[in-house]
Structures are given as C-alpha cells and as structure tokens.
C-alpha cells in the first residue's frame, strides 16, 4: 500500500509516525515534507499548492490513499483533482472545504442553521465598515473572509485599533484578496477549547479536546502566532459540555453541510468559546489543526489508517474509534523573533525518543547530514503520561535535550490547565 500526505509542516509529521504504525503501509510519501520528516518518509519536491503536479505524481506512482492536510490544498480542489485520477483521499472536497476558506459562508451557515456564534456583520465596502465602527461596542473581532495563514484575525480592544485593522486588510490588502471581504463580530469570553472531529457526513466522532497557546511569550504576551504548543485534554472541556455541543454544533454542522449539498468527509475542526451563554463557535477549519494534532494523535489507539479509510469510504459508524485515558503536551521550539522576524539555517541536533515521545519537524531542510531551521516554528516536542503534569514534564525534559541555538521556547505550556484541574 503507497500513500501519500500532501503539506510539509508538524502537524504533516504527526500523521506520517501515526500511518507508519499500519504494517500494511509499504511506502509514505510527503509533498512537500521536510528535513525532519525525510526520517520517516520519501519527500517529493512538488508544493502543497501544485494541484496538477500533486495529481499527477499519485497517477504516477499508483498511489492507492492521499492525505491532503492543509487548508490551502483542499480549499483549492486538491481532494477533488486526486478523485479524478483514480486515487481515493481523506479530506474534504473543494466544496465543503469552503466552510474553513470563507468567514462568511461560515457565519452565514451558522446563522441558517442556528448553531451557536458571535452576533456579526459582513462588510464588502470598507465606508461601511468604517461607519459600523463609529457605534460598535469594543472590544471587537476583525476576521479577513479568505485563508490569512491563521493570521487573519485580530481582536481590537479600541475603535482605533478595530479601524486600522480594517484599513489593513480591505485598503492595504494585507492578506491579499482573503481581505476583500470581511467580518466583524461580536467579543466572546471565556475558555477556548479546539476539538478536531472525524466525519463521514453520516457520523461524527470528536477526537480528544485540546488546548492552544497562540501568544509567542510566557502569561500570554506577545504577538499571535500559529501556535506555541497545546495539551490534551482540555480540563474546562468536560462530559456535559461535550455532550451539549455535539448536539448544538457538531452534529448540526453536519446535517447543515449535508442540507447545503456540500458533504463534509475528513476531519472538521471545531474552535469553540465557553462563554457564560453556552458552547459557541470561534472558528471552523477544513482539516487537522497544528499544533492540536501534535497531542492529539498521539492519544489516539485506533489504527489512524483504518479511520481515515473508513470516513474516505463512508462507514465511519461500521468502526469504533478510541483514544486512551492519558493526556499529552506539545511544546513548539520556534526561531527567535517569531512571528515577527527571524533567521533560518541553524544547524539542530535531536535527542533520541522514548516510547510516547515525539520530535515532529515542522521547519527544517537538510544539508548533507545537518539538520537545519528553515521556518518559524521549527519544532513540536511532544509527550504522553497518564497525567497532564507528568506529560508537561516529559515535554519540557526532553525540549532542553534540543541542540538549537537560535530557539527559543515558552516556559508555560500547560500551566493554566494544571490550574484549571486544580480548582475543580
């Protein structure tokens, strides 16, 4: 059996040790991979963008199952050019990928359906937006309608701030045409929870809840970034939350999508807020999320390949899928000055891995037998124990055996869940 991954990043790496445990997988192939991920697959030098060329290498080389994780792939078609050729994928197609590609067909969708989000408006015409501004209560959220890198939202606590960022995204084009278009939505509060899903159309199995850390510094400070590292479970998440939202948002969702003729197959990530009204959604995305997929599958005792077969093949109800009692933690070792500006091209060294601990390569290329930085976030150190502290600190012990002199890491990764266990 050859299969094939498309993208190149941590969350990539994550899938690719997870798949190299069905012994009926013969050959993985990553396009584009990366240095790290060279160890555990054959990279292909063809971008995660190149529809064509993606198609054309599974014909090619008779790949029998693709992976298509980023969100760029699937919201350009990736999933639906595989199918052509005769290659069957686990991802959505391009027209259920929309629901993370479009702000405002998500909002709208959820608006239909009555699936629990921030009041919003949508502005086409930055007047209007600027107007809508002068009345709106503050703090507000500004979302870029198209794909942004994670990037494109900010939270503005003032007029001031909720103008510019408008001004950035609609006059300066910021985000390009992801831009053109915008959201603004109402300021929710509360504990974030991210919950990556696994969905056939017909059934839908949430995977273990998580955590993110999206500040680049300790106690939350600093820019937004893509993430700075995740723990799983998330302790506000509980059996009686879990249960309301897979009645109120997952399984809406679903039947929503199903309602609109865009069947979601692959995984559906929701980003939920617990605000004091109840379970509501930030955010859907198309695909796995990363770093939440670094803790994520590694709790997952199910055959990763059996699962996505299944939801590719729509009996994901024939299968039972099940994750393991324990909890993991992620620490992201990134370049120094991320997001902001930073260098690449540092040589690392990595420490050899116990069972339930994972070095997964997000930015890195090679060099002869050097191992190199090649991005900002560069690392996920990833650990599993039965508890949230003993993973914690299995993640940071074995983050300190990192040879990289140009990283840098947060020092609190899982800290307010630790404190979040101790008050229940």
């Known amino acids: 059996?050859?299969?094939?991954?498309?993208?190149?990043?941590?969350?990539?790496?994550?899938?690719?040790?997870?798949?190299?445990?069905?012994?009926?997988?013969?050959?993985?192939?990553?396009?584009?991979?990366?240095?790290?991920?060279?160890?555990?697959?054959?990279c292909v030098d063809i971008g995660?963008?190149?529809?064509?060329?993606?198609?054309?290498?599974?014909?090619?080389?008779?790949?029998?199952?693709?992976?298509?994780?980023?969100?760029?792939?699937?919201?350009?078609?990736?999933?639906?050019?595989?199918?052509?050729?005769?290659?069957?994928?686990?991802?959505?197609?391009?027209?259920?990928?929309?629901?993370?590609?479009s702000k405002i067909f998500a909002k709208n969708l959820m608006k239909k359906y009555g699936i629990p989000t921030a009041e919003y408006e949508v502005f086409e015409d930055m007047g209007a937006a600027?107007?809508?501004?002068?009345?709106?209560?503050?703090?507000?959220?500004?979302?870029?309608?198209?794909?942004?890198?994670?990037?494109?939202?900010?939270?503005a606590q003032t007029r001031e701030e909720a103008k510019n960022a408008v001004k950035e995204m609609m006059q300066d084009r910021k985000f390009g045409e992801s831009g053109a278009k915008i959201v603004i939505e109402e300021f929710l509060t509360g504990p974030e929870v991210s919950v990556l899903s696994f969905t056939d159309g017909k059934?839908?199995?949430?995977?273990?809840?998580?955590?993110?850390?999206?500040?680049?510094?300790?106690?939350?400070?600093?820019?937004?970034?893509?993430?700075m590292g995740t723990v799983a479970p998330n302790p506000y998440y509980t059996k009686e939350i879990a249960d309301e939202c897979m009645k109120t948002i997952f399984l809406p969702t679903m039947h929503a999508m199903n309602a609109e003729n865009r069947t979601f197959k692959g995984c559906l990530y929701f980003g939920l807020m617990l605000t004091p009204k109840g379970p509501k959604v930030i955010e859907y995305n198309c695909r796995f999320g990363d770093p939440e997929t670094q803790v994520v599958l590694p709790l997952l005792k199910t055959d990763l390949f059996t699962v996505m077969q299944a939801v590719s093949q729509g009996r994901l109800g024939e299968i039972e899928v099940e994750f393991s009692k324990g909890c993991a933690c992620c620490v992201v070792i990134a370049s120094k000055g991320y997001p902001v500006s930073y260098q690449s091209g540092y040589?690392?060294?990595?420490?050899?891995?116990?069972?339930?601990?994972?070095?997964?390569?997000?930015?890195?290329?090679?060099e002869g037998d050097k191992l190199l930085s090649a991005g900002g976030r560069v690392l996920g150190v990833t650990a599993t124990a039965d508890t949230l502290q003993e993973a914690i600190g299995r993640a940071y012990a074995?983050?300190?055996?990192?040879?990289?002199?140009?990283?840098?890491?947060?020092?609190?990764?899982?800290?307010?869940?630790?404190?979040?266990?101790?008050k229940k």
């Open 203 to 227: 059934t839908l199995v949430p995977m273990v809840s998580s955590m993110d850390h999206k500040r680049a510094h300790d106690d939350d400070k600093g820019p937004n970034t893509g993430g």
């Open 398 to 422: 074995l983050a300190k055996q990192v040879k990289f002199e140009n990283g840098f890491m947060r020092g609190d990764i899982g800290r307010r869940a630790l404190q979040a266990y101790e």
């Open 1 to 42: 059996m050859k299969v094939m991954v498309v993208g190149g990043g941590g969350r990539e790496h994550a899938i690719i040790k997870k798949l190299k445990e069905n012994k009926g997988i013969e050959e993985i192939f990553a396009l584009p991979g990366n240095g790290g991920i060279a160890a555990d697959a054959t």
């Open 347 to 366: 040589e690392m060294v990595l420490p050899e891995t116990e069972e339930g601990e994972y070095i997964l390569v997000a930015g890195a290329k090679r």
């Open 48 to 101: 995660a963008k190149d529809i064509e060329g993606i198609a054309a290498f599974a014909k090619e080389n008779k790949i029998d199952f693709a992976v298509v994780a980023p969100d760029d792939p699937l919201v350009l078609g990736a999933v639906d050019a595989l199918e052509e050729v005769g290659v069957p994928c686990f991802g959505p197609e391009k027209k259920a990928a929309i629901i993370e590609g």
């Open 130 to 155: 600027l107007a809508y501004l002068d009345t709106a209560p503050v703090p507000t959220v500004v979302k870029a309608d198209g794909l942004a890198l994670g990037k494109g939202v900010v939270v």
